[in-house]
C-alpha cells in the first residue's frame, strides 16, 4: 500500500489542522489505496493523536519564551538543532514506512534528504520572507535574518518539487518577496484551519451546547498551544474583575491549550471567569462570543476573521511572525492589537470594553478553499487530478 507522509511542524496547533483539512482532501482525489501517515512531537504530536489519526512521535522543540518575549537567538539555534534531529526522524520514519511523497510542514533544511533518497517532496510554510532587524541596532540579528532569506531564495526553492504558502499575499511582510513569491513560483493558498472540515455552529447552536445564556456578554481568551502565554491570561483574567461592574453578563473564557498548567488560574479565577486546558471545539467558543483576545498565531487568528469574531491581537515581542500577523490584521482589517510588553490588565479591559459597546463584525473574504487549492497541487506532484481541477 503506497504511504504519504505528513511531517507536521511541532510549533503551534494551527499546523495540524491544516494538515488533517489538506489530508482530507487528498483522500478525495487519490486512489483509495493510499494511506497517510502522520508524523509529529511534542503538543502537536499529542493534538494529531487525540483528532484520531495514526502519528509517529519525532523530536520536539521547546518554544524560549517569558513573559511574553520570545529569545530569538535561543529559538534560532534550538530551530537548528530540532530540524538536525528530525532529519534522524525522517531517516527512521521513510525506512519504516517507505512514502511515496513527503509533505514538510515547516521543515526547512528536510528537503534535501527527501530528494537524495528520490522521494517527492512537498514544502509548505505560512510565512514567506522575514522582516529585517534594523543593522545597527543588532548586526547579528540583522545577519542571521538576511542570510535565512537567502537560503529561501536561493536553496529551498530550487529543493522542493512544490512550494505551498497557506496565506493571503498581504501578509507577506516585504514588496519584494510578494514579487519574489511568483517569480519563484510558490503557491499561495488562502489561510487554512479546522473551520475547512469543521464548520462553525451558529451563535444559538454554540452557546446551547457550551451552556452559555443568550444575555451574556462572552469574551474568549486564547494563547494557542506553544505554551507561552500565561501572562496574557493572568492579564485577561484581571481585566475581567475591572470589567464585571461595566458589562452586565460577563462571561470570561481562559483557553489554556498545551503547556500551561491551569491550576493557578483557577485558583485566582476572578468572578465571571472559566479557566479551560486544551479545547478541541475551540470554533464553538468563537462561535459563541461576542469578543476575543488572540495571542497573535496565525490559525486563532484567522478563524476569528472567518466567523467576524471582533477580537484584540496580542503578539509576544520579539517574534517576528506574530508580529507580522498583528501588522497584517490591524492594516487589512482594522483589528487592535497590543504588543505583549504594553499589554495591561487596564489597557485590556479599556479595549474589550470599546470592542463590546461598539461591537462591529469583522469581513473577511475568504473563499474557505485553500485546503481544496493546497490538496491539488500536492497531488498532481504524483500526477493525480481530480474531476474539478482538471476542468479548469
Excluded at 178 to 191: D, F
Excluded at 310 to 330: D, F, G, I
Excluded at 369 to 375: E, L, P, Q
Aim: glycine share 8%.
Amino acid at each position: 500500500m503506497p504511504k504519504v507522509l505528513i511531517m507536521t511542524s511541532v510549533i503551534g496547533g494551527g499546523h495540524v489542522f491544516r494538515d488533517l483539512a489538506i489530508a482530507q482532501e487528498l483522500k478525495k482525489i487519490m486512489p483509495s489505496g493510499y494511506e497517510f501517515i502522520f508524523a509529529s512531537g511534542g503538543n502537536a504530536y499529542e493534538m494529531l493523536q487525540e483528532e484520531g489519526v495514526e502519528v509517529e512521535k519525532i523530536s520536539a522543540l521547546d518554544f524560549p519564551v517569558h513573559l511574553g518575549t520570545a529569545q530569538f537567538f535561543k529559538f534560532y539555534f534550538m530551530m537548528l538543532r530540532s530540524e538536525f534531529l528530525q532529519i534522524l526522524d525522517l531517516r527512521r520514519l521513510i525506512k519504516k514506512h517507505h512514502p511515496v511523497l513527503v509533505i514538510l510542514d515547516e521543515y526547512f533544511f528536510l528537503t534535501d534528504y527527501c530528494r537524495l533518497r528520490g522521494i517527492p517532496v512537498v514544502f509548505m510554510c505560512d510565512f514567506v520572507g522575514l522582516p529585517h532587524y534594523p543593522f545597527f541596532r543588532n548586526p547579528l540579528r540583522s545577519l542571521m535574518e538576511r542570510f535565512f532569506d537567502v537560503i529561501l531564495t536561493h536553496w529551498l526553492a530550487r529543493r522542493a518539487n512544490r512550494w505551498i504558502f497557506t496565506g493571503d499575499i498581504d501578509h507577506i511582510p516585504r514588496d519584494d518577496w510578494r514579487v519574489r513569491a511568483q517569480k519563484l513560483g510558490i503557491i499561495i493558498v488562502e489561510p487554512i484551519t479546522k473551520l475547512q472540515y469543521t464548520p462553525p455552529p451558529t451563535r444559538t447552536e454554540a452557546r446551547k451546547k457550551l451552556g452559555f445564556a443568550e444575555d451574556e456578554r462572552v469574551v474568549t481568551v486564547t494563547v494557542g498551544c506553544i505554551g507561552a502565554g500565561e501572562y496574557l491570561l493572568k492579564a485577561a483574567n484581571e481585566a475581567a474583575a475591572q470589567l464585571i461592574h461595566k458589562v452586565p453578563g460577563l462571561r470570561m473564557e481562559l483557553i489554556c491549550g498545551k503547556g500551561i498548567d491551569s491550576g493557578s488560574l483557577r485558583r485566582t479565577a476572578k468572578p465571571g471567569v472559566r479557566v479551560h486546558d486544551y479545547v478541541g471545539n475551540f470554533q464553538e467558543f468563537i462561535a459563541a462570543s461576542d469578543a476575543a483576545v488572540v495571542q497573535g498565531g496565525l490559525t486563532s487568528t484567522i478563524e476569528c476573521l472567518m466567523i467576524g469574531l471582533p477580537m484584540v491581537v496580542v503578539p509576544l515581542s520579539n517574534h517576528w511572525e506574530q508580529a507580522n500577523t498583528a501588522r497584517y490584521v490591524s492594516e487589512k482589517f482594522g483589528v487592535r492589537k497590543i504588543d505583549a510588553k504594553e499589554v495591561t490588565a487596564e489597557l485590556l479591559a479599556n479595549a474589550l470594553l470599546e470592542l463590546l459597546n461598539e461591537p462591529t463584525r469583522l469581513k473577511a473574504q475568504f473563499r474557505g478553499d485553500g485546503h481544496i487549492t493546497a490538496a491539488r497541487a500536492i497531488a498532481s506532484v504524483l500526477n493525480f487530478q481530480d474531476s474539478a481541477s482538471r476542468v479548469k
